[in-house]
Nanobody
Framework: QVQLVESGGGLVQTGGSLRLSCAASGNIFSINTMAWYRQAPGKQRELVARITTDGGTNYADSVKGRFTISRDNAKNTVYLQMNSLKAEDTAVFYC????????????????WGQGTQVTVSS
């Protein structure tokens, strides 16, 4: 069984910062790309940022220059540093990862965390 567990969400004022963490655990052989998505009320889930195993990143235009994604491969953890937060960043943030379960001969699967709420008040 593989699990992704997010933490670090909360309530912050406009212009503030938050750091999200997502730790993968369980029967893991390898982790490929990790990413953060978000879903605001009444909207579709959207990609926020993605990071490959060698550290290559890409970001949604709306967060470029404000958010930074990083990962610690030794800890199977991905982070999202969010600065200069705006009211429109309010959403549930979800961690996503492409993981090959042990014993390593299985097909890689996409796993999702349960989500963490980020609320930015003006």
């Amino acid at each position: 069984q593989v699990q992704l567990v997010e933490s670090g969400g909360g309530l912050v004022q406009t212009g503030g910062s938050l750091r999200l963490s997502c730790a993968a655990s369980g029967n893991i052989f390898s982790i490929n790309t990790m990413a953060w998505y978000r879903q605001a009320p009444g909207k579709q889930r959207e990609l926020v940022a993605r990071i490959t195993t060698d550290g290559g990143t890409n970001y949604a235009d709306s967060v470029k220059g404000r958010f930074t994604i990083s990962r610690d491969n030794a800890k199977n953890t991905v982070y999202l540093q969010m600065n200069s937060l705006k009211a429109e960043d309010t959403a549930v943030f979800y961690c996503n990862a492409i993981i090959t379960p042990r014993p390593g001969t299985q097909v890689p699967r996409i796993y999702w965390g349960q989500g963490t709420q980020v609320t930015v008040s003006s």
